[in-house]
């Protein structure tokens, strides 16, 4: 289901995609190797834009957008997980994400 939906987002027949929770133990149990919804979203769209294709773990509402910098990491190893590149890349996609779907010029 989710690859349809990136797959009608890529045709033009959809504009948006919605998901519900996941297991991500059934995802494993599965054969299914993805740690969660952003992973999966990630290698879909790889498939229909191509590769390098990042995806980030994006929160708006109204005027409010929050882009994480981690993700599935417990709180105490953060701090061991981020780097510069990482962090530099991550925020890259939130300006271009900002100028180009938002309108918003920096």
Known sequence: ???????LIHMGKARG??????SKENLWKADIRFSGHTE??????RQFWGA????EMLFQFN???MLLLTRHVPLAQVS???NL???LQTLDTLVQYLQHMEGIQM
């Open 63 to 65: 005027r409010f957008r």
């Open 52 to 55: 390098p294709y990042q995806a």
């Open 85 to 87: 590149e990482q962090t």
């Open 40 to 45: 999966i979203l990630e290698a879909f769209s």
């Open 80 to 82: 061991s997980v981020l």
């Open 17 to 22: 995609l919605v998901t519900g929770p996941i």
């Open 1 to 7: 289901a989710i690859g349809m939906a990136v797959r």
